[in-house]
């Protein structure tokens, strides 16, 4: 196997930040060309790398440090009765694994999530174009799963299996579902499929604290921060800190 150390990395110019404004944000990411196998997507996970598309990448922001790893531990994971609710109301929903989603069906169903509930960011307009180089890209281990209502689509999770866990890259659904809570109910799934295979996390990407985008994640406890290096359990009190 490569060394992380003999792989090459590379720097964006400052952009405008997706999620803080008034904030420019920087990106390190690998080499694009570099073939990332199971392996190396486990360490470069444990690191705060996240997969998107061929791009590895971890933010490099030199002014703002709000971008932290998350992951639950799944094997200590506690419910409740708000995620007890959504369960319920998607008993009817079956999981499946597919081995593409290069369908127009997937497809569509990608063009209708992004226009209802992104149409403001910068995915939309969406594309086949954008959709291929997005989630049709795959690294040694990733899934894909359907998620089907009575036969219909109703959603797509994309997940990469890592030596010690899952890796949620993304998720999308019909957006008219609402009542549903789909996108809760995907996380809870991974949850349940990460331990059922014995493994040890479910990364959910970054949290970060001043971004409602980003809140969600915290309901999903026990969850560590990688904090300078370090996993730390978070606590209420990271929550409060200003």
């Keep these: 196997m490569t060394s992380l150390k003999d792989i090459r990395l590379f720097t964006t110019q400052p952009h405008k930040c997706s999620y803080l404004p008034d904030q420019e944000a920087q990106t390190l990411f690998i080499d694009p060309e570099f073939q990332v196998e199971k392996s190396h997507n486990s360490r470069l996970s444990e690191i705060g790398f996240r997969r998107s ?3 590895v990448y971890r933010p490099n922001c030199k002014s703002c440090q709000q971008c932290m790893s998350c992951r639950v531990l799944v094997q200590h994971f506690t419910s409740n009765r708000r995620f007890e609710r959504v369960l319920k109301r998607n008993a009817d929903v079956v999981v499946a694994p597919v081995t ?4 127009e069906e997937y497809f569509l169903l990608y063009k209708h999530y992004i226009s209802v ?5 910068d995915m939309y307009p969406p594309t086949r174009e954008q959709y291929e180089a997005f989630l049709l890209k795959q690294c040694e281990g990733t899934l894909y ?7 219909r689509l109703v959603g797509v999770l994309v997940t990469d299996r890592l030596e010690n866990g899952l ?4 998720t999308y659904y019909d957006p008219l579902e609402d009542k549903r809570s789909l996108g809760t109910f995907a996380v809870l799934w991974q949850i349940m499929e990460a331990r059922r295979l014995g493994l040890s996390y479910l990364y959910l990407g970054y949290w970060i604290r001043d971004s409602r985008k980003m809140r969600y994640k915290t309901h999903y406890r026990p969850l560590e921060l990688l904090i ?3 996993w730390v359990l978070m606590t209420d009190s990271m929550l409060d800190d200003r």
């Design 53 to 55: 598309g061929s791009h």
């Design 167 to 170: 890796s949620a890259v993304y």
């Design 228 to 230: 300078r290096q370090r």
């Design 117 to 121: 509930r992104h149409g403001d960011g």
């Design 145 to 151: 799963y359907s998620m089907r209502c009575r036969g």
């Design 100 to 103: 593409s989603i290069a369908e």
